[in-house]
């Protein structure tokens, strides 16, 4: 296989990104959010608990959660060493019971016990980076406020030369800057997919995937010849 050239210009990248979603769309018309919840609340606390943890994990310990504690006022007076036994399998549990009490509690001492959906309002919350707003913002309240740059969206977008950073506040600002913003929430969600599916961190199924004549990694990939 012939190794696809990494986009340099503008214009390359933008056809690049073009071809991306295109591919990606017709890939994974389905992608949405994997963490289960019902409001914007379960979502953040969801969010917070995905930290170093699979989304089926998390999705294990959630209802219990939820069911201990409905809203932010019910876990803000939650016991820490109660949490840590609901949250415990999704691993770093007793900075997470902190963080997710901590962050109830701003919730209640701030925002009246709601979500605020506002990414200054967010991320000084307790547990809640820009991604963590991000993923809340865009799946719990429509706003396409950024891109959600989690581990997966970071390898893809630098395997197929949308961008060279490594650094995930610049690796967004790239991303956002290539695609239109009502894409953005969107995008993250057919990286992610794509990542769980083909794009393995350390073995991509290069020969199934549609994108291998467009990514500068493919010819590398011992699998790429099928494709
Ligand atoms: S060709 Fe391989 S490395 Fe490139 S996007 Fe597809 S699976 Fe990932």
């Known amino acids: 296989m012939t190794r696809s050239k990494r986009p340099r210009s ?17 890939l994974y018309p389905e992608a949405h959010c994997e963490l289960a919840h019902r409001n914007a609340y379960e979502l953040l606390a969801a969010t917070i608990l995905s930290a170093q943890c699979t989304d089926r994990r998390v999705n294990m310990v959630t209802p219990a959660l939820f069911t201990a504690y409905p809203d932010a006022a019910a876990l803000a007076a939650a016991r820490q060493e109660d949490v840590e036994a609901i949250v415990q399998s999704t691993g770093f549990f007793r900075s997470k019971a902190k963080n997710l009490i901590g962050m109830a509690g ?12 506002d990414m200054d309002a967010l991320t000084p919350l307790p547990g809640v980076g820009r991604k963590t707003a991000n993923v809340v913002l865009g799946n719990a309240f429509g706003l396409n406020v ?16 949308l961008t060279r950073h490594d650094d995930p506040v610049k690796i967004e600002r790239d991303l956002m800057a290539l695609f239109p913003r009502d ?26 995937c549609p994108l291998a004549a467009r990514c500068p990694l493919a010819a590398r990939c011992p699998s790429a010849e099928r494709a």
């Open 10 to 26: 503008k214009a390359e990248k933008a056809a690049q990104a073009r071809a991306v979603w295109d591919a990606l769309t017709v």
């Open 183 to 208: 894409d953005w929430t969107l995008l993250s969600h057919r990286f992610i997919w794509h990542g769980r599916r083909l794009c393995d961190a350390r073995k991509p199924r290069c020969g199934d």
């Open 106 to 117: 701003a919730l209640v001492d701030r925002h009246g016990g709601q979500v605020p959906a």
């Open 146 to 161: 950024g891109v959600v740059v989690d581990t997966h969206v970071a390898r893809i977008a630098k395997r197929l030369g």
